[in-house]
């Protein structure tokens, strides 16, 4: 049906914008963006929908707008999903090899990765996302591919990232009113993260954050492979509201100076400088203290990338991300943000760019759009992985599209 | 140290940041007089009074009188606003009585005119010649009547603001503690008895050579700015199983809240003396406790050898909490199992607490006591990351002044 499709819609409801990126995939599997559609996302608080006719007003705006641009009709999507539910958690799975000969056969994989994923979860929780680690065969470490080789146990460490069940329903119950179908619902977090960095880059050790509206995630990669991932309630909105409690002015007002004249550290040229608010007659409301609006940005971000380090140093991966962290989402367009984030992770930091897609240079260029584009590549991914053979090209599966009635 | 004042012959240790003990009104020269002088014998003592006679009487070594032809030598007559107006008159001269000193340490009792009025002037004085201000007050008896626990309460908001840090002691808790039978000369030893504890606690973290020594500098940075009041507490127990008995002591001692001021506390600072025969087990067994009880706080630790202790184990412990408006809400929170039960009894019909409850079961409650608004989240479930409520603005959580 859609699998031999070569249109690849990725859409991400994110708290600030609902965007949806299109994408074309030629016959040699090269991926090229030909649309974009984004609309202003009001029904949704810290990556979570608070309002669902709001949000599927919204939607609708994005998808005409998408298809206007790339004309052509989506008829699935990949879907993004976030929240401060989400987690992400490393299990172990174990299986005696019991043939003969003792060789490992697919079966025996196949095995061994169910048994990783049988895992203790609470009740009203459902995995979103595995990601196949390393296997061990006989306790040897590093094995990507074990069948065929001679064991006598085989193992197999799983990334699992799961959330609540019912509030994921919400999403897909959402974008199927709208008459689309779900590809499959992905973390946000690994969808930026496929978007961002080079096969090199996860190679060496690479840590992504993507700081959204509602919600910063994070996930860290080593010897090419997901090691640890995870999901902040926090975002640009808690920056906007730190300011106008702080600063003692309405949301939206808030909003604009934030954008205006925000950064992630202190500057000089902000110390005892003011600004003044004006109402429509320009006459003076208030005056502004850019010192203070600076300083409380500044100790919110900050925070963020401090509990972001903390998190990681009790993974025990400080030291594995080589290739330091990568910045991308609206809340990385900050003033500075790049040597805040150097002081709190002391490592190398670079603003995130969309890699090995090419099209629309325009999206491709945005941090806001790196999780929609990294759902389309995760789309590519998967169409090419099921025209070779199965498995060990992506790495990572999605379960909840086998858990959707598709029609 | 050049910046010496010539009121001050202060015995010069080399390496030692310079004290001074100040003792203000009647209490203030009374807990002065239980210091044994000879354990102090860095520091420089000093007692300001308006009382002429009880001034006479002092055994301090510098006397300051502040004095009013008006007043004709009477003392301020249970007025702070007296005792507040005569010590800003001589703010210069106070000023200059605290130049040089490195640390002044404020000895009063509040609610009585001398030490209510006074204090915080003298505090303001001497954060402004560049001293740590640490001020150790009592609190007046609940017999002593409305009028002087509603002074001693303004007095300590003061001096909250003045001073780096505040330890305070009320004394209607000591109260509670001794025994009923006990003579009145005794009750006024044993809350004196707390206070000179503490100083002689902070005192001896300074001046004693530490195997893992406490600086001048780690003190500033813990307290310097919080304006905050400080819990304290000074054990000591000895024997074989003396770090046991110090940690016992310490979650039940009374000026810890059995141990809740820990909790709440964001920076503590624990100091251990003891003999020669001072054990790494021992330090650890003690530490061990109070990293568990203070799971937020920095916490900066000092040792030191005090061949006089004998097998004696001494712990003092400075908690700081951050300042009040920020406390409010891990208190509320962390009573919430007992507070959200009483609440909810008194107002059954709150609709927002008793939906959020059957949401999510493992959800903290809050009491709406919390001042701060969280804006646009008010409404949303709150992003809480051990223990904190990451909805609140940062800079309140962490207490950050915007002047």
């Known amino acids: ?407 | 140290m050049e910046n010496q004042h010539p009121l001050f012959e202060t015995p010069e240790i080399s390496g030692q940041p310079s004290v001074r003990i100040i003792a203000v009104g009647n209490a203030g020269d009374a807990l002065l007089g239980a210091l044994s002088t000879t354990e102090f014998a860095g520091a420089a003592f000093a007692a300001i009074n308006t009382d002429a006679a009880a001034l006479a009487a002092s055994s301090a070594k510098v006397k300051i009188h502040l004095e009013n032809k008006l007043f004709r030598g009477l003392g301020s007559g249970g007025d702070p606003e007296r005792g507040k107006a005569l010590a800003e008159e001589q703010f210069s001269m106070l000023k200059s009585a605290c130049e040089g000193a490195n640390v002044v340490f404020i000895l009063a009792g509040l609610g009585g005119g001398a030490g209510s009025g006074i204090s915080p002037v003298l505090a303001k004085a001497a954060h402004e010649a560049g001293a740590l201000v640490l001020a150790f007050v009592t609190l007046p008896f609940e017999c002593e009547g409305n009028r002087r626990e509603a002074q001693a309460q303004t007095a300590l908001e003061q001096l909250k603001s003045a001073a780096d840090g505040v330890i305070c002691l009320p004394s209607q808790k000591i109260f509670k503690l001794i025994d009923e039978n006990s003579t009145l000369v005794e009750t006024f030893r044993v809350t004196g008895g707390f206070l000179t504890e503490g100083v002689r606690g902070v005192w001896s973290l300074l001046s004693r050579p530490g195997i893992i020594p406490v600086h001048f500098g780690d003190l500033c940075q813990l307290l310097r700015d919080r304006h905050a009041e400080n819990a304290f507490a000074f054990v000591e127990a000895s024997g074989p199983g003396r770090a046991r008995e110090v940690v016992e002591k310490i979650l039940n001692h009374p000026l810890l809240d059995e141990g809740r001021a820990l909790a709440e506390s964001d920076a503590v600072l624990v100091s251990l003396t003891a003999g020669k025969d001072l054990t790494m087990a021992e330090i650890n067994r003690v530490m061990e406790q109070v990293k568990r009880q203070c799971v937020h706080a920095q916490i900066v630790m000092g040792a030191s050898a005090d061949a006089g202790l004998q097998d004696k184990l001494c712990v003092t412990i400075i908690a700081a909490r951050q300042n009040a408006a920020s406390s409010v809400t891990p208190r509320a929170e962390s009573h919430s199992a007992t507070a959200t039960a009483t609440h909810s009894h008194r107002e059954p019909a709150l609709p927002r607490q008793r939906k959020r409850g059957t949401v999510a079961k493992a959800v903290q409650g809050q009491l709406p006591l919390t001042i701060i608004s969280k804006g646009r989240f008010d409404k949303s479930e709150p992003t809480l990351h051990r223990g904190e409520d990451l909805d609140i603005p940062t800079f309140i959580r962490r207490g950050v002044a915007m002047n």
């Not at chain 1, 859609?2 to 991926?31: H, M, P, R, W, Y």
């Not at chain 1, 005696?96 to 990783?116: G, L, M």
């Not at chain 1, 100076?257 to 000089?268: F, M, N, R, V």
């Open chain 1, 1 to 407: 049906m859609f699998d031999d499709s070569n249109i690849i819609a990725g859409l991400e409801i994110g708290t600030s914008k609902i965007c949806i990126v299109v994408g074309e995939q030629n016959a040699d599997g090269a991926l090229n963006i030909i649309g974009l559609g984004q609309a202003r996302s009001r029904g949704v608080r810290k990556g979570e929908i608070c309002n669902t006719e709001q949000v599927e007003e919204d939607l609708r705006a994005a998808i005409f707008e998408a298809e206007q641009m790339a004309d052509v009709e989506i008829r699935s999507v990949y879907l993004g999903v976030s929240g401060g539910h989400i987690r992400g958690f490393n299990n172990r799975g174990v299986h005696p090899v019991v043939s003969a000969d003792r060789e490992i056969s697919q079966d025996d994989v196949d095995d061994v990765v169910k048994n990783a994923k049988a895992i203790n979860l609470p009740a009203e929780n459902t995995i979103i996302n595995h990601v196949r680690q390393h296997f061990y065969v006989d306790g040897q470490d590093g094995v990507t591919n074990p069948v065929g080789m001679l064991g006598a146990r085989l193992e197999v460490d799983m990334h699992v990232i799961h959330g609540h069940a019912n509030r994921l329903q919400n999403v897909i119950r959402l974008v199927r009113a709208t008459s689309l179908t779900v590809d499959d619902v992905v973390f946000n977090g690994v969808a930026t993260s496929l978007a961002l960095l080079t096969n090199e880059q996860k190679e060496l050790g690479a840590l992504v954050i993507d700081i959204g509206g509602g919600t910063t995630e994070f996930v860290a990669y080593s010897d090419g492979i997901i090691r640890h991932s995870g999901v902040l309630a926090v975002g640009g909105d808690h920056v906007s509201n730190d300011l106008a409690y702080g600063l003692k002015v309405p949301l939206s007002r808030a909003e604009k100076l934030k954008l205006e004249h925000g950064t992630a550290i202190p500057t000089e040229a902000g110390r005892g400088q003011t600004i003044s608010i004006t109402n429509e007659l320009g006459l003076e409301l208030k005056r502004i203290n850019v010192e203070h609006l600076q300083k409380i940005m500044s100790l919110r971000l900050e925070e963020i990338f401090q509990l972001i380090a903390q998190d990681l140093e009790q993974a025990g991966l400080t030291d594995y991300m080589r290739a330091g962290v990568f910045l991308c989402g609206g809340g990385s367009r900050v003033r500075g943000l790049v040597p805040l984030a150097e002081n709190v992770f002391q490592m190398n930091v670079t603003p995130g760019h969309a890699c090995a897609v090419s099209g629309l240079t325009a999206a491709l260029d945005q941090p806001e759009f790196a999780a929609a584009i990294g759902l389309v590549k995760y789309g590519s991914l998967r169409n090419r992985s099921r025209s070779a053979r199965p498995s060990f090209v992506t790495g990572i599966k999605g379960v909840f599209g086998k858990l959707l009635p598709r029609n």
